[in-house]
């Protein structure tokens, strides 16, 4: 290995503790206790340090939403794949859900935090377009001619993401959240 392998691997390292230590710090006190002075304190290093690595707050939350996309296009990819017709290929709606859900802070640094991301243009980091190009899969089946598979995607996600923020506020009671996204399905697969 040579001194310039190993210094890369080490700056690749300490990113991704900084970025760690981000998202722990986010879901235990919530992200306005995210202050690059309180991570330098984390992870033992000087705040010059973390700012060789980003810009500031703003750009490491960032890293968590292309990291919590690139999960969440894993778990939709899944989902798609063990999808047997139109009705189980939506059903990827649960498992959006879900990984809101179960990640808020991640969930909400991905679609509810200003971030400086591209969304929805070539120049998106492949993380986002992943995850979007899941959900346009499941999509494919019910898209009609003449509509655009682009928006019945983002009006889908539109949908989901609602769903989800709304319960996680209280404003839709937890209980009724199957028949919800049952509805959903229902209504996008025709049936």
Do not use: N
Not at 8 to 32: K, N, S, Y
């Amino acid at each position: 290995m040579t001194i310039r392998t190993r210094r890369e691997r080490e700056r690749a390292e300490r990113e991704q503790l900084i970025v760690t230590a981000a998202r722990e710090l986010a879901e235990a006190e919530g992200w306005d206790a995210v202050t690059t002075r309180r991570l330098a304190a984390e992870i033992e290093y000087s705040q010059p340090v973390l700012y060789s690595h980003f810009k500031g707050k703003d750009a490491i939350m960032a890293e968590v939403a292309v990291q919590g996309c690139a999960d969440l296009a894993a778990e939709l990819r899944a989902a798609r794949a063990k999808a047997r017709g139109v009705r189980e290929s939506l059903a990827v709606a649960e498992t959006y859900t879900s990984f809101a859900r179960r990640r808020p802070t991640v969930y909400d640094a991905m679609f509810t935090h200003l971030v400086d991301l591209p969304f929805a243009t070539a120049e998106a980091p492949a993380p986002l377009r992943e995850a979007f190009g899941e959900l346009l899969h499941a999509m494919e089946p019910i898209t009609a001619e003449g509509d655009g598979p682009g928006l019945l995607t983002e009006t889908f996600w539109a949908s989901l993401h609602g769903l989800a923020t709304l319960m996680r506020s209280g404003r839709l009671p937890a209980e009724a959240h199957e028949r919800r996204l049952a509805l959903l399905i229902g209504h996008f697969a025709g049936s």
